[in-house]
């Protein structure tokens, strides 16, 4: 599904490691995988895979989930576990280490984790419009996101490398800025109250509970990495390229059969999260289809990632000083050109 283009391009020694032949596939339950991460299986076995999640089970992981229930890993010959995350599960690291095949992060935490040294390489790109953005209540009037930043309180987590971008992009001159403490009780209550947020949670609660959420896309404004990210280590391209395309292809067709009918996965995660009713699971998945299937991936493929992209991010960092210097982009993802 991914095809070859002029700004379709990933370091040639990656691409060539890739460059065999597959079966689809996909996989069971979620029991742990037998013989741990990177196991070799007996003859004719189903291979281990471990994909640790950066999040808890949601329609932002849908398509995984997918390719587990509907078969797709089973048929590419993996027997894949995936392992629910939540708040400061360190993925990049056990990705690193091997205590994860594969894990999900977002595209600049790849980029800061190959700054210092970490052999982690991105293999697909499930959002390639960026889900992060900035909420206010469309009762104020605001055209532009920069408005938000002029008047009233405006949570954010000062951290992240995007509200760093939208500091050093726009005057922070009016607005009070205080933490975001992950809910929107503040929201609810305060017209003048905005903060940042993930398109699919915050403001289809906010709406679920009568408010009035506008929400301004960080992408927008020209921060837009690739999120929900499937990283695998270098070592792993290297010595098993066939599997990792296995599982980058089976990846794709569970994701496609969740963009098509996302119904019966969704059953699925609210057994898993108990915290997402039918109605959010539901709005969720919607509001997140065109950030996953965009006129580019409708060319090159679901999961495609483009040097181009890359090469902007660490530009990005670099001005922003998250890294010293800049990585070499070309190591930083493969991109198969077949599925």
């Known amino acids: ?23 689809f596939g996909c996989h ?6 037998p013989g741990g991460p990177g196991a070799t299986p007996a003859a004719g076995a189903a291979a281990p895979i471990t994909l640790a999640l950066n999040w808890l089970p949601e329609p932002e992981f849908g398509g995984f989930y997918a390719a587990r229930e509907d078969g797709a890993y089973k048929r590419a010959g993996l027997d894949v576990h995936v392992q629910g995350g939540g708040a400061g599960v360190p993925v990049v690291q056990m990705v690193a280490t091997g205590r994860a095949d594969f894990g999900t992060v977002t595209a600049d935490e790849l980029v800061l984790a190959r700054a210092r040294g970490g052999d982690v390489v991105a293999v697909f790109a499930t959002f390639q419009t960026a889900p992060h953005g900035i909420m206010v209540h469309s009762s104020r009037g605001l055209t532009r996101i920069e408005q938000a930043f002029d008047s009233g309180t405006l949570a954010l987590e000062t951290g992240l490398p995007y509200i760093a971008y939208l500091r050093q992009k726009f005057h922070w001159s009016g607005a009070k800025i205080v933490a975001y403490d992950g809910g929107i009780a503040h929201f609810l209550t305060d017209p003048m109250f905005g903060q940042q947020c993930y398109i699919t949670s915050e403001p289809i609660l906010a709406r679920q509970k009568g408010s009035d959420p506008q929400v301004f896309l960080i992408a927008d404004a020209g921060f837009n990495p690739y999120t ?6 270098g070592e792993l391209v290297k010595q098993n390229p066939d599997r990792v395309r296995a599982f ?13 009918d996302p119904g019966p996965t969704n059953k699925m995660l609210g057994t898993l999260n108990h915290a997402m009713d039918a109605p959010t699971l539901v709005a969720a998945a919607k509001a997140q289809l065109p950030l996953i299937e965009t006129a580019e991936t409708k060319r090159l493929g679901l999961g495609a990632m483009t040097r181009a992209r890359w090469q902007t991010l660490v ?5 922003l000083k998250l890294i010293d210097h800049a990585i070499d982009v070309d190591t930083a993802f493969v991109s198969p050109e077949a599925r």
């Open 248 to 260: 980058v292809a089976a990846t794709a067709a569970g994701w496609r059969d969740y963009l098509d």
């Open 28 to 33: 069971k339950k979620t029991e742990p995988a």
């Open 315 to 319: 530009e990005q960092l670099v001005s």
């Open 1 to 23: 599904m991914i095809h070859r283009s002029a700004s379709l391009v990933a370091g040639c020694r990656w691409l060539s490691l890739l460059a065999l032949p597959l079966a």
């Open 228 to 233: 929900t990210v499937v990283i695998t280590r």
